[in-house]
Each structure stands twice: as structure tokens, then as C-alpha cells.
């Protein structure tokens, strides 16, 4: 069973950063991606960013130019780094590997970004 561990959320103001970090209890070179959902209460999950594990990024319209995902294999760590953050970008974000077989998620991580 493998565990995927989020933290580094919190309560940022408007136009403020943080990030984001997902350690997994092994390599994550192991799967074919990780990425980063978010899930705004009464809203569906969505997908905010992936990166494969050859190093290809992906990124949904709405955090483009804003957000960067990376990867630290050593630590077996994924991050999402989020700049210039908006009262909408408020949500519970979650780790998510990509496996052969089941996926795995976190536990998530609260984002909240008010004035």
C-alpha cells in the first residue's frame, strides 16, 4: 500500500505563494505520473497540474503562468509551487499518483486564500 503524505497549505492573502509538498512512502519513479487535484466545496475535483515521470508537465487553463509543478525523486517528493494566488484558487488540494493498477491519492490539503 503506498501513503502519500500533503502539507504545506494554509491561509495565504490574495497575490501571496505557497507550496505545496507530497512525499510518497516509495519511489515515485515507480509511477507514471503524480499531480496535484483541487476540490472547492459543493465542486468536483479537478486535475491542476501533473508531471510524468519522464518529466513532461501538464497544467489546467486556469493556474497556467501561476503555478509550477516539480518532482524530487531522492526524496520522493512532488510539489506544486503556487505564485499569485486567488480567492478562487481556495479548495482542498490532493496528491495523486498514477500507477499500473490503482491510483493512489493523499489525504489532501487545505488552501484558503482571503483577505
Known amino acids: 500500500q503506498v501513503q502519500l503524505v500533503e502539507s504545506g497549505g494554509g491561509l495565504v492573502q490574495p497575490g501571496g505563494s505557497l507550496r505545496l509538498s507530497c512525499v510518497a512512502s516509495?519511489?515515485?519513479?515507480?509511477?507514471?505520473?503524480m499531480g496535484w487535484y483541487c476540490q472547492a466545496p459543493g465542486k468536483q475535483r479537478k486535475l491542476v497540474a501533473q508531471?510524468?515521470?519522464?518529466?513532461?508537465?501538464n497544467y489546467a487553463d486556469f493556474v497556467k503562468g501561476r503555478f509550477t509543478i516539480s518532482r524530487d525523486n531522492a526524496k520522493n517528493t512532488v510539489y506544486l509551487q503556487m505564485n499569485s494566488l486567488k480567492a478562487e484558487d481556495t479548495a482542498l488540494y490532493y496528491c495523486k499518483a498514477w500507477a499500473i493498477g490503482p491510483d493512489y491519492w493523499g489525504q489532501g490539503t487545505q488552501v484558503t486564500v482571503s483577505s
Open positions: 508531471i510524468t515521470s519522464g518529466g513532461s508537465t
Open positions: 516509495r519511489s515515485i519513479s515507480s509511477f507514471n505520473a
